[in-house]
Structure formats: structure tokens, C-alpha cells
């Protein structure tokens, strides 16, 4: 069985893989905007939002919580 050190390792990595790939999707959506004739369609640009929102999210999640679960073992 893995430890807690080790798995927490683990989630650090992933969440940054996936801050990576929506970076690197945001800033393709960007260069598509630019490329492309104009047209009023914002769909990546929101779509890329929404990833970046969720990644954020992601992160906090594997940050926070255990802080807030080991505090409440504490209490």
C-alpha cells in the first residue's frame, strides 16, 4: 500500500499536468481567435475559461482539503 506522502505526490503532479494542458489549450484557443476571421464567436475563449476555473478548482481541492481534514482529526 502506497503512503500518504506518496499519493499526495502523485495528485501534486497530476494537477500540475493538467494546469499545463489547459494552459497550453487556452493559449491555442487564443492563437485560433487571432487566426481565424472574425466571426462574434467566443466559444474557446469561454471554454478555455471554464477548464482554467475547473483546474483552479482541482488544485484547491488537493491543497486545501487535507489541511482542513487533518485540522478537524486534530479538534
Do not use: H, Q, W
Not at 501534486?12 to 462574434?40: E, K, N, Q, R
Amino acid at each position: 500500500m502506497m503512503s500518504k506522502k506518496m499519493i499526495r505526490i502523485i495528485a501534486i503532479v497530476m494537477a500540475a499536468l493538467m494546469i499545463i494542458a489547459v494552459c497550453a489549450v487556452a493559449l491555442d484557443s487564443f492563437a485560433v481567435d487571432y487566426a481565424v476571421p472574425v466571426t462574434g464567436d467566443n466559444d474557446g475563449v469561454i471554454i478555455a475559461g471554464i477548464a482554467a476555473g475547473a483546474a483552479l478548482i482541482a488544485v484547491l481541492c488537493c491543497v486545501v482539503l487535507p489541511k482542513l481534514k487533518k485540522k478537524g482529526e486534530e479538534e
